[in-house]
């Protein structure tokens, strides 16, 4: 009990003075025995809970995955719904561990909120969504509409500097939250919703009548959307590059959730390194030398999380496009584990 409340004041003494010591992270979360992650207020196929409260998607495999290399129990996550306006004080403040919750990596966030980007766990880009009833095919036929927005984005940029460009005007509808401006494009408070077409996607099953929208063509921005740390404590930093790595490796290998245990029988290098037979195993992370083998067994690889959550067999039907790996022709690449 001491121990853990010297840990506690040392985060939060920290995290107030605008420094977070080194390396206090790992400890913080393994005396806690929980990952406390952030994560969105309800979006499909990234964190959303599902009728049982169960949180499910891409973003809250990332927590999992984590706490599996962690604790040995994927099981072992807190939760905190947090608005894109709250995500980075909640992470800076040392309220969560972790912000795996859809959020963009730009130089600003990168370099001036006292943060650092893990990976990139998916490949993204600022879309337009409008009811079939429009009429409307192409984003450059939106002058002079409403458009609903969420605060504290990306996004707001982005539109901004479109239809500048374009010369042309919109009407500003900002919602704090994705549930919020969902209901506000529904209820008819805008023309058109914008995000990143992945949110759209998965905002359009929540609409009563999904068929009744439909997502534009254009693509007007890059938004690489990946796992977000404090700046100051490369150890943890390591820990969560280093599970997304091992995600994406697993998938090169064809290592998945079923057949990890037959792969202890390897003779392959790559995968023995892998889940812990040879090579560095948990040294240089702090980590027990299983700590891959325990992520791949409790989440499966990048390619199974990707599938349940966002791909063929989730309800948003995603194509991997751009985010399969790099030897099928997408930008997924992770560095060797050696």
Known sequence: MIKRSLITATILSAATSGHVLADVTLDAVKARGVLQCGVSTGLPGFSNPDDKGNWKGL????????????????TKVKYIPLTAKERFTALQSGEIDLLPRNTTWTQTRDTQLGLNFA???????QGFMVSKDLGVKSAK???????????????ELNLADYFRLNGMSYAPVVFDTSDQ???????G?????????SQ????????EKPDSAMVLPEVISKEPLGPVVRQGDDQWF??????????LNAEELGVTSANVDEMKKSKNPNVRRLIGLEGPKGKGLGLNDDWAYQVIKQTGN??????????????????????????DGGLQYAPPMR
Not at 189 to 197: E, G, N
Request: aromatic share 8%; glycine share 10%.
């Open 181 to 187: 401006t969902v209901k506000g494009f529904e209820a």
């Open 189 to 197: 408070r805008c023309d058109v919703l914008t995000s990143d077409q």
């Open 141 to 155: 036929e939106l002058d002079g509409a409403a458009v609903c927005i969420q605060a504290g984005t990306t996004t």
């Open 119 to 125: 990976g990139v766990n998916y490949y993204d880009g």
């Open 59 to 74: 973003d809250v495999d990332m927590c999992r995955a984590v706490a599996a290399a962690v604790l040995g129990d994927a």
């Open 200 to 207: 759209l996607y998965a905002l359009r099953i929540k609409l």
């Open 238 to 247: 390591n820990i969560v590059k280093w599970t997304h790595n091992a995600l």
């Open 302 to 327: 990048y390619g199974e999380s990707f599938d349940r959550n966002v791909g063929a067999g989730s309800p948003l039907k995603v194509n991997r496009g751009i985010n399969a790996l790099w030897t």
